[in-house]
């Protein structure tokens, strides 16, 4: 076993084996911290939906359960996709990766992406029948093929042949899963409907969301580059990945405060644009980061800084609709 497992076999001085060390590592694995961003986008979308009257529970709670289980499967397939591809080396930042530290065979990783895949598919066959019952033809076979992407898209992005992530694509997928599906497919799965002003938060969710994989990117540059993958920032460089970084985090305030404006009837409202001050503090720290490693701390706050501004953004609205 790599070295750098250590701290998930001990605890307190002892030695753990059997069921409880599998199970440790599997949740290291699943890595958990970037879950709340992915629930961002529904739980807004859920909020938004109550607001106009819209929000039914079982659609709520099943597209949580897709998009947790899509969010797994994508950390499991890029932990897989980077160690074969060499991505992943000893050298690398952030929490070691259960294939490249020796703590999950391949093999086992690719049964346990198998199985999130069709856990991915069985949550979202039930969010869409929930959504739409059996006859609502049109609206399942779209939401049907947007599943299939989302789960091709979560493996695709490190494995495979051409896996997108290595050619700089993922920032652009991420805005488009995590943000304009994530929010606008939610909310029409509430409501049968969907309305443009919607894009606007959507648009600040998924840009929040590229802001967490830039800084994933940025900590990560020098180790992709030496491996090949051509990642926003590898190609930018270090001191243009923090513009390209400022202008995301600009764009979240201005899209967030667009909303406000379209819907604006009430000066309590203005209360939904506090959750733009944490990434604002975020970006100063980020444009001082002087080594990589100084990122990573910034990847859990920025993560639960989108997860903050979904909430609070829906419930403003909620309140005072």
């Known amino acids: 076993m790599h070295d750098r497992a250590g701290p998930l076999y001990m605890r307190h001085g002892e030695i753990y084996t059997g069921i409880y060390m599998k199970v440790k590592i599997w949740i290291h694995a699943f890595r958990l911290r970037t879950l709340p961003l992915s629930l961002s986008g529904v739980i807004c979308a859920s909020l938004l939906a109550a607001a106009d009257g819209q929000c039914r529970f079982s659609v709520a709670a099943f597209a949580v359960l897709t998009t947790l289980s899509l969010q797994i499967l994508s950390n499991l397939a890029n932990d897989y996709g980077d160690s074969v591809a060499g991505a992943d080396t000893a050298g690398r930042i952030g929490p070691v990766r259960a294939v490249q530290g020796g703590l999950v065979t391949h093999g086992a990783m690719k049964r346990m992406i198998a199985v999130f895949a069709a856990i991915s598919c069985v949550f979202g066959a039930f969010l869409i029948v929930s959504a739409f019952g059996f006859r609502r033809l049109p609206e399942i076979a779209a939401f049907g093929a947007l599943g299939i992407a989302a789960v091709a898209a979560a493996v ?166």
């Open 156 to 321: 695709k992005y490190t494995v495979g042949e051409n896996p997108y992530g290595y050619k700089g694509f993922g920032d652009i997928f991420v805005l488009i899963f995590f943000g304009y599906a994530g929010l606008l497919g939610t909310y029409y799965l509430h409501a049968g409907v969907v309305a443009a002003p919607l894009l606007l938060p959507a648009t600040s969710i998924g840009l929040l969301s590229v802001g967490v994989l830039n800084l994933n990117n940025m900590r990560d540059r020098e180790n992709d580059a030496a491996g090949g993958k051509r990642t926003i920032a590898v190609k930018l460089g270090a001191r243009k990945a923090k513009i390209y970084h400022a202008v995301l985090i600009v764009l979240v305030t201005a899209s967030a405060a667009a909303y406000v404006y379209v819907r604006f009837h009430s000066y309590w409202q203005l209360l939904a644009l506090a959750p733009c001050v944490p990434p604002a503090a975020h970006l100063r720290r980020v444009l001082a980061v002087d080594n990589p490693a100084g990122f990573d701390p910034e990847l859990k706050k920025l993560s639960l800084a989108t997860l903050f501004f979904a909430v609070v953004f829906g419930t403003v609205f909620l309140v005072w609709k």
